[in-house]
Each structure stands twice: as C-alpha cells, then as structure tokens.
C-alpha cells in the first residue's frame, strides 16, 4: 500500500488519507498546491481553528477582488467603516474594487439628515453621482475638505485581526508549507522543524516562531510588492544563520516567521514567489542584490507604536491601488 508521512502530525499514513493543502488558504485566492504531505485530519484541524475563525475579516477585500472561493459563489460584503466618528457595517453585492469603486451605501447622521458615501475612481463616482441625482435633484456633494482630510475611512483589513495569533499561525503555515514544496516532505519531518509544526497545530512552541512587522528596509525595500499580490520569500537571516521567511499578504501586510533555529547547511539559498489572487498566477520575481538578508533584532518585536505605523502602511498602500480621485458624502439639503 502506498503511504505518504504528515509533515504535521508525522504518522505514516495510507496515500488515500492525504489532503490537499492550500499554501495559501482557497478563499484568499491560492495559486499554491501542496500535495500528499498533510493528512486529513491536521488540514481540517487547521481549517476549523485559524482559517474559519478569519475568514469573515476578509470578505471586504474578497468581494472587491472577486475571489470566489472553493465554491465559486461570490462573496457579500460586509466591511465596518467609519465616517466622522459613526461606525456602521456594509452589506452589498459585488463590486470590484480595480476599475470601480466601494458601492454607495446610506445612513443617517446625528443630525437627522441622510447621507451617501462612497470612494473610487472619478469616473466611477460621476456614474454614482448620475444615477442618485437622476432619482434625488437635491443632493449636496461634498468632498475631502479644504486640508485633504479624508471623509470617509474603510477598515479593510483590521491591523488588530492582522497581528493576532490567528493570522500568525496562518503565515508560519504558509512560509512551512511553501518550505515542504522546495525541499520535500522528508526534509520537514526532521525535529529541527517542530517548533513551527507545534505553532502551526495547537499555537504552542518553545519560541518566538512569527511577527507581524512594520520595517521599511525590508517592506519599503525589494519586497516591496504590489497590492494585492501575496508574496512568500524564502531565505536566511545572515545576522543568526537561521532559516527564514517573509509572507506577504495582499502586499499589506508583513510577516516575519522563523522556519528553524540555525542552518542545516552552512549555505546561502533563497526563493521568491509572488501570487496574484485575482488571476490565480504565480511568477517569481527577478529580485536585484542578495534575497539574503540582515534582519536586525528588533524586527521581531511589535510594539504599539509599530502595529500603528503597520496599519498606517497597509492603508495607504490599498489607498493608493484604488487609485481613488475623491472621496465623496452626499447630503439632502
């Protein structure tokens, strides 16, 4: 009979008990398929600890970049915002967010009055603006006011949700798996890797295994990669000789995770593979200089002021890939 070994629980099991793992989870758009290393059971494990539990913090970037899914059905939006100082939830049906824009949605101020907001292109605004002044001539539009402020602000993905245990877990599982597809199954079994199998499983490890970081030598760098790509750089930090990763999710945020405590091998080697979720490609970038880089130690560590400024980064970089020219709230006078 035919047996594969789990590079997580490391049983040896019959062929027909193997799962296919995304690398990347299915629902943020996989371009990465690791097979015959991961049983069933540990894939599903992991599916219903980390991978359900965030979902729902990804629908807003799902539905506007059309990701599907297993499935194929589209995804609702639904994202919270805030306008001058109102949180309110969005539930709408599709709209892409390249070439079009977040769709109109209402709600009523403090002062009674009804509001319509919404951000995207210029053209994409006008055709909104058309269609409400077409059923409501007394619409009073007003844009970002006479500073530039921004009127209108979209949490697409929360920097909280983004540094929480959950979404680490996701990117060693990620870094790990892509791991597995370069050097083999056999390779990950070594107990040289079982601190980031055991993170990856149940959360547990002896020692710092990921971080969620915010530094611009090596985000603002050449990894600097464009929304809304996913992106994971295999390599080895020069300053420690340890295995390392990078993970980049949608382009906004990054993750540091350690793969191993030092080198097998006393030699460079690195990989570079971005994934575009929307058209469900992959390349591997022509990167300039060494991928092997110094990672001073204090980029492992996220403090307050860091998890802001990696919030800040990750916003105005999905800002700027909407190439939004206005945004606008709308008034009956």
Request: glycine share 6%; net charge positive.
């Amino acid at each position: 009979m035919e047996t594969f070994d789990c590079i997580y629980c490391k049983k040896n099991l019959p062929i027909t008990l193997s799962s296919r793992s995304d690398v990347i989870p299915d629902f943020l758009g996989n371009g990465l398929i690791l097979e015959r290393a991961v049983c069933k059971t540990c894939n599903n494990e992991f599916n219903i600890q980390v991978e359900q539990p965030l979902r729902n913090h990804f629908q807003f970037l799902r539905s506007g970049l059309d990701l599907k899914g297993r499935r194929g059905k589209p995804v609702q939006l639904v994202v919270d915002v805030e306008i001058e100082s109102l949180d309110k939830k969005i539930r709408s049906d599709v709209e892409h967010i390249k070439g079009k824009g977040v769709p109109p949605f209402k709600f009523r101020g403090d002062d009674g009055k009804e509001y319509y907001a919404f951000i995207g292109k210029k053209a994409y605004i006008e055709e909104k603006k058309k269609e409400i002044n077409s059923k409501k001539s007394n619409i009073k539009w007003m844009e970002a006011n006479d500073k530039g402020e921004v009127i209108l602000s979209v949490n697409a993905l929360p920097v909280n949700i983004m540094n929480s245990d959950l979404a680490k877990r996701l990117a060693a599982k990620i870094a790990f798996e892509r791991f597995c597809q370069k050097k083999s199954s056999f390779v990950c079994l070594d107990g040289l890797y079982d601190n980031i199998r055991n993170y990856i499983r149940d959360g547990s490890g002896t020692k710092q295994i990921c971080s969620l970081i915010y530094n611009e030598k090596i985000m603002m760098g050449n990894m600097n990669f464009p929304f809304p790509c996913h992106s994971i750089i295999l390599t080895h930090d020069t300053s420690r000789n340890i295995i390392v990763c990078v993970v980049s999710l949608f382009g906004l945020y990054y993750y540091l995770v350690k793969i191993s405590e030092y080198l097998p091998i006393n030699a460079p080697w690195d990989d570079c593979i971005t994934i575009d979720p929307q058209g469900n490609t992959q390349y591997e970038p022509i990167i300039r200089g060494t991928l092997s880089i110094y990672i001073p130690y204090n980029a492992w560590i996220m403090n307050e002021a860091k998890l802001q400024l990696a919030g800040q980064f990750a916003f105005q970089k999905f800002k700027d890939a909407l190439e939004s020219d206005a945004f606008i709230v709308g008034t009956d006078n």
